[in-house]
Nanobody, 117 residues
Framework: QVQLVESGGGSVQTGGSLRLSCAAS????????MSWYRQGPGKERELVAS???????NYADSVKGRFTISRDNVKNMVYLQMNSLKPEDTAVYYC???????????WGQGTQVTVSS
């Protein structure tokens, strides 16, 4: 069955770094666009970064220059390197897969990131 399993979350201080990983299985990973979303306390879920099947990337303005999304189509992994973390980055981070040709989407269970000042 389809699985997206996130890891790498945790608690850091302002200015710290974390690397989130998402292990994908059960679908043809290489043809899916992959994204990271987040949902902070009392906030709606928002798109953080995305990477297409051809490895083009997009970022939310709030994380540009600090976060980097990447993917490994051999290992079926997607990563989010987060640097210069701020308290407002505190959220549950979700891995997301989408196939544009038929709209199929999958979500991971989320991993908590907490940034303290």
């Amino acid at each position: 069955q389809v699985q997206l399993v996130e890891s790498g979350g945790g608690s850091v201080q302002t200015g710290g770094s974390l690397r989130l990983s998402c292990a994908a299985s059960g679908f043809t990973f290489s043809i899916y666009a992959m994204s990271w979303y987040r949902q902070g306390p009392g906030k709606e879920r928002e798109l953080v970064a995305s990477i297409s099947s051809t490895k083009s990337t997009n970022y939310a303005d709030s994380v540009k220059g600090r976060f980097t999304i990447s993917r490994d189509n051999v290992k079926n992994m997607v990563y989010l390197q987060m640097n210069s973390l701020k308290p407002e980055d505190t959220a549950v981070y979700y891995c997301h897969a989408r196939r544009s040709s038929n709209g199929a989407t999958y979500w991971g269970q989320g991993t908590q990131v907490t940034v303290s000042s």
